[in-house]
């Protein structure tokens, strides 16, 4: 018997409920929406971000930060029916894996012969990883790699899929198209990219004071790390300029109420499922 699917939302209330605030808070920022994504960030301007995620994980060692992402192979169904249909074991990539909270729900979902490529810059995060129950040596190849700087641990057409959770916001927006050059270049001629990250207005974009804003919808977290947010048009933009054609691409709207408080808490996360853009004949 299948194990049942978690409950999956992603459209609890509409984009448009999130402009007004949303708008208010970029105008005290001066900051317009537009579709650009290649804005710069300095780097000799900013620390490197290595040193802040490896403390993160140092400083959550027992590696529940990060709640597992059990929605995720519902979110990425394209993608893992793609997987699952392979003839040959399928060979996934995670980027900025930290201690597996999407990798292992993703395995969870897809064949047992599955192996994976787990890279993240931070040492802690790799060995949180590897120290967990469900750490299978013989399946997953964990990495130290800063995917803004070294080259993949891994040839290039030798991934099936290529996931990017919540990794993207955490890269120099100046690095965000060479990241998925980067990527596609691992992918197979047939590979595909899962990525889902912070969207436009999310709860906690509003969050951040303007002494924390780096550059158009870019913030530093009071422990150094950076938090991009993805304006759903220009990241489809992006995704199709580093040379992918798009599957699915779309806001997901979920509405979380705080048992406690009552509070309700809206995120907006960018969702987006693509695949390698095949050679244009000449
Ligand atoms: C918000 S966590 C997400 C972890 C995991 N993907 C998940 O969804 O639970 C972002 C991860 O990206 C890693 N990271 C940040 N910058 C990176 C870079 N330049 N190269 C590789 N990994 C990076 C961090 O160490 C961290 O583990």
């Known amino acids: 018997m299948q194990p049942a699917q978690p409950a999956y939302f992603d459209a609890d209330f509409e984009f448009s409920e999130l402009e007004v605030d949303g708008c208010d808070f970029l105008s005290t920022l001066n900051v317009q929406v537009s579709s650009s994504t290649t804005n710069s960030l300095s780097s000799s301007a900013s ?13 959550h060692s027992s590696a529940k930060f990060f709640r597992p992402k059990r929605y995720l192979p519902q979110s990425f169904s394209a993608a893992i029916d793609h997987l699952c249909g392979l003839s040959a074991s399928p060979v996934i990539l995670e980027v900025g894996s930290g201690a597996g909270a999407a990798l292992f729900p993703l395995l969870k979902s897809l064949p047992a012969s599955t192996s994976a ?46 996931f990017l959770v919540f990794c993207l916001s955490a890269v120099p927006p100046s690095t965000f198209l060479s990241t998925l050059i980067k990527i596609r270049n691992v992918l197979k001629p047939d590979g595909m990219i899962c990525f889902r990250d912070y969207g436009l207005y999310d709860m906690t974009m509003l ?13 530093r977290r009071g422990d150094g790390t950076l938090s991009s947010f993805f304006e759903l048009e220009a990241t489809k933009a992006l995704f199709v300029e580093a040379g992918f054609d798009l599957v699915e691409a779309k806001y997901a709207l979920v509405k979380n109420v705080n048992k406690k408080t009552g509070q309700c808490m809206r995120r907006c996360f960018t969702s987006v499922v693509a695949k390698v853009k095949p050679p244009q004949n000449c």
Request: some cysteine; aromatic content about 10%; hydrophobic content about 45%.
């Open 47 to 59: 620390p490197p971000p290595g040193p802040a995620w490896t403390k993160f994980h140092s400083d």
């Open 117 to 162: 490529v787990a890279i993240d810059i931070a040492p802690t995060a790799i060995d949180l990883l590897r120290s967990q129950p469900k750490f299978d040596a013989s399946l997953i190849a964990a990495h130290v790699c800063d995917i803004c700087v070294d080259d993949l641990p891994t040839p290039p057409n030798t991934i099936d899929v290529a």
């Open 207 to 219: 969050r951040f004071k303007p002494f924390q804003h780096v550059v158009d919808f870019t913030f």
